[in-house]
C-alpha cells in the first residue's frame, strides 16, 4: 500500500476500514476521539451471548486490562513458562533422538495454550487436557463465529446468531468453561473466608486471584475472562512463534549463535525475566519476524466517536472505523533490504541506542503491538514466553524444514497467516 499516499476506504475480511497512511501514526496516536476499545466491541459482537469474553475485554472498568497491564510480567512467570513447557515438548515432541517430522503449526498452539494457562488459571488446569482442547477449540470458535455473523446483515444478526453453529458452539463452551471452573472458584472462596478466620492470607500467583484483586468486589464473569485471556493469547501468541521459528529454521545460519546466548544467559541468570533480556540476538529474530509478517496489514485501529477531521483537511464520520497501514515496515526508506529477513537487524539498531528496537517496544516505524495508549498491554507476557518456547526448543532438539518445502504466509484479506500445513523435522539432542 506504500503506493498510496492519502486515505483511501476499503473492505475487507474484517469490515470496512479507511485506511491512513503511515504518515498518520503519530496524529492518530494523539487523537482522543478514535478509540479502540469501542471498535473491537463492535465488530467482534461483544453484546452477544457467546461473546461475553469480548465484552469483558472492552468493559469500561477494564479489569482484565489492568490485571494484564499490572500483573503479567512477573519474573516467576518465566520459570512457570519454562516448566509447562518442558512437559509439553516431552509429551508431544518426546525424547526421540532420531529425525522424525511434526505438526509444527498445530503444536506452537498447544504449547502457548499451556504456557499460558499456567498463568492464567494455574498449574492444575493447565495441565487437564480438556481444559487445554476447551481453550484452543474456543479461540477458533469465536473466531469462526464473527466471520460467520459478520456474513450477515446487521438486522438479521439479532435473530441468526441464535442459529448459527458457530455462535452455538460458542455458547456451549463458555457453559462448559463455568462447569470446569467452578470448582476452583469455590475453592477460592473458601481459602479466602479461612484466610480471613486464621489472619493467614494465601495467594495464589494466577490470573483467577488477580481478577478478584483488582475488581475489588465489583461484578464481572470470571468464566468470560479466562476465555477472554485464552482468545488474546493463543492466537496472535502462537502465529508470532510459528513463523519465528520457520524463518529461523530458513537461516540455520542463527541456530548457533541463539543458542550460545541463551545457554550463556540462562547459565547467568536461569529461566528468569533477566536471563530473557540477555537473549537479545532472539530478541531481535522474533522482532524481524514481526516486521515482515506483522499479523494484520494495517494496525492500529480505532472507531471515530465524532466526526473528526484528518490532517489533510477530508472529514470522515462519527462511526467510521480506520486503520494505518503497516507498510511502513517494509518501506526501503526506513529499513534497509527491507524484503529481506536479517535477524540481525534489531540487534544492530538496538547496540546503535535505538531503545525501540527490542521486541516489547513500539515506535512508528515498528506498530506490530501498537502504539499510543490502546498498546497492547500484554507484550511483555508475549516476549518472554515466545523467547523462552524458541530458547527452549533450539536448546533441547535440532530443528529443520523438510527438505524442497518453502512455508508459505497466507494472506487473506488484510490479515497475514503463517504457513497453516507448516512441518518440522526434529531429533532430540543427546543429552
Known sequence: MLQFNGPFRILTTLGSRVILPASYTEWLKNCSDLDHQALVHDEYFA???????????????????????????????????HEHLTEALREIWTDD?????????????????????SVFVGPQLARDAQWQELVLTSTMNTFMGVRSLRAWPAFLRPLVHWFLPEL???????????RMLQ??????????????????????????????????????????A???????????????????????????????????????????????TAGVFKMQLLDSAIKETQRLKPGILANLERKAMRDIVLPNGMT?????????????????????????????????????????????????????????KPICPGRFFVNNEVKIALAKILLTYDVRIPEGVKPKVVEMGFEMLSDPDAKLEIRKQPA
Open 168 to 178: 452455538r458452539t460458542c455458547r456451549r463452551q463458555l457453559r462448559l468453561a463455568r
Open 316 to 372: 470522515i464520520p462519527r462511526g467510521t472505523n480506520v486503520a494505518v497501514d503497516s507498510s511502513m515496515m517494509w518501506d526501503p526508506a526506513i529499513y534497509h533490504n527491507p524484503f529481506t529477513y536479517d535477524g540481525h537487524r534489531f540487534l544492530r539498531l538496538r547496540q546503535a541506542g535505538n531503545a525501540w528496537a527490542a521486541l516489547a517496544s513500539t515506535s512508528p516505524e515498528h506498530i506490530a503491538f501498537g502504539i499510543g
Open 47 to 81: 453484546t452477544y451471548p457467546g461473546m461475553e469474553g469480548q465484552s469483558i475485554v472492552t468493559d469500561p472498568r477494564k479489569i482484565l486490562i489492568n490485571v494484564t497491564k499490572t500483573k503479567l510480567n512477573q519474573n516467576g512467570q518465566c520459570e512457570l513458562f
Open 183 to 224: 470448582p476452583t472458584f469455590d475453592h477460592r472462596a473458601r481459602v479466602r473466608t479461612n484466610s480471613i478466620e486464621s489472619h493467614k492470607p494465601e495467594k495464589f500467583n494466577d490470573t483467577i486471584e488477580w481478577l478478584e484483586e483488582i475488581a475489588a468486589g465489583r461484578p464481572y464473569d470470571a468464566a468470560a
Open 97 to 117: 533422538g532420531d529425525w522424525h517430522t511434526v505438526d509444527w503449526s498445530q503444536h506452537a498452539i498447544r504449547f502457548i495454550g499451556r504456557m499460558s494457562a
Open 226 to 272: 479466562q476465555i477472554a485471556f485464552a482468545i488474546s493469547a493463543m492466537h496472535t501468541t502462537s502465529e508470532l512463534l510459528k513463523q519465528a521459528l520457520l524463518d529461523i529454521c530458513m537461516h540455520p545460519e542463527l541456530i548457533p549463535a541463539i543458542r550460545h546466548e541463551a545457554n550463556q544467559a540462562i547459565e547467568e541468570s536461569g529461566w528468569t
